[in-house]
């Protein structure tokens, strides 16, 4: 057995060496690197209305409109629902000894309860705490500042996400010609179809997501408002967003809904609310999802699944969120490589077969041309 060169040796501990420093400096960069591929993500998604804006007007005018847009939809959402949580926790937090004393009435007129309530003294206990929230509120100022400086960082993500993105929205194609035009003309071509199916995929999934959490935000908030339940806009708001999550988010909104409306003409309304998320459900997975999938990404379901449960581990909704585009981002880019290795074996010299010998022509036949 000979011993491996000096050289060979040096080459795999710098190899070695060179992947731990690589890991240990994405492993520090981490924030920063999921800040850029959000914005890529963004970007790609933002690119189809930015290019039919840029066709009528300039394409710096045309990121800033899209970009308003862009802004408007969470403000509008945040006025939508923040007023009414902050109305309704201060009207609960007044009204909880009234719902105390309620209580307390109640199980005085239950002989059972009655019992239960001398041996515990459960219901004094409730009625001293009921008293007491009123005055905690002004006790969670430190709380409210934790959550302020948590609101503080998460803007400043954002805000540097939106740069981010804009950069890449201006100067995107033109980092994509300079990285074709380095490459082979055959890789080429195959590199620039594999990029605009990408960026068809990412931008139609990312419309037919928004187009499906509309139509279940709408139809939520017209059966909600006939059914009389209160903060319908809210609520059908809150079906919108968990919409956007793939496989389960349907169904936590339902859950959500449903247990509001246990405190609004219960069971009537809880039951047909539960009949109506029930065939909204089927609906939506028989009819409204297919199109949308077979029009924008086409990704099987045991790879829907997995790339669901593979980004919600890893970055929590928003990676369940991206999870498909990215799936079928991955999928393109598989298939037009081994499209490309298939061809490139085909086109080898060294596996076309060499001519078998022939033998030698009989005496009085002509040799062969």
Not at 332 to 344: G, V
């Amino acid at each position: 057995m000979t011993e491996a060169p000096a050289r060979s040796i040096v080459r795999i501990v710098l190899i070695v060496v060179g992947v731990v420093l690589s890991l240990y400096l994405i492993y520090r960069l981490r924030r920063p690197l999921a800040w850029l591929a959000i914005a890529t993500f963004l970007a790609v998604a933002l690119s189809g209305p930015v290019n039919v804006l840029s066709a009528r007007m300039r394409r710096g005018l045309a990121i800033a409109v899209v970009y308003l847009g862009l802004l408007a939809i969470p403000c509008l959402l945040i006025a939508l629902i923040v007023p009414t949580l902050i109305t309704q926790a201060n009207t609960f937090a007044q009204d909880l000894p009234q719902y105390s004393r309620d209580v307390t009435d109640f199980v005085q007129r239950n002989e059972r309860l009655r019992k239960l309530n001398e041996d515990y003294d459960i219901t004094q206990k409730l009625q001293e705490q009921a008293d007491k929230l009123p005055e905690r509120l002004g006790g969670a100022a430190k709380t409210l500042g934790d959550i302020g400086f948590g609101i503080v960082n998460s803007l400043f993500a954002l805000v540097t996400i939106l740069i981010l993105t804009a950069f890449i929205l201006s100067n995107g194609r033109q980092w994509r010609d300079a990285l074709l035009a380095s490459r082979p003309r055959p890789q080429r071509e195959r590199l620039k179809r594999s990029l605009d199916h990408i960026g068809s995929a990412v931008g139609g999934y990312v419309a037919g997501a928004m187009t499906v959490a509309a139509i279940a935000g709408l139809l939520a908030y017209v059966v909600l408002s006939i059914l009389g339940v209160p903060f319908a806009a809210p609520l059908a708001v809150i079906v919108a967003f968990f919409s956007l999550i793939p496989l389960v988010g349907a169904t936590i909104a339902a859950v959500i809904v449903g247990f509001v409306t246990l405190f609004e003409d219960f069971p009537t309304a809880t039951i047909v609310w539960t009949f109506w998320a029930i065939l909204y459900q089927q609906f939506e997975n028989n009819v409204i999802q297919p199109q949308v999938q077979k029009r924008t990404v086409n990704v099987h379901p045991f790879i829907t699944i997995v790339a669901v449960l593979f980004g919600s581990t890893l970055l929590g909704v928003l990676g369940a969120i991206v999870a498909i585009p990215i799936a079928a981002s991955i999928q393109i880019l598989l298939r037009e490589y081994f499209d490309w290795r298939t061809l490139s074996m085909r086109d080898d010299p060294s596996d076309t077969e060499a001519p078998e010998d022939t033998e030698p022509p009989a005496a009085g036949e002509p040799a062969p041309a």
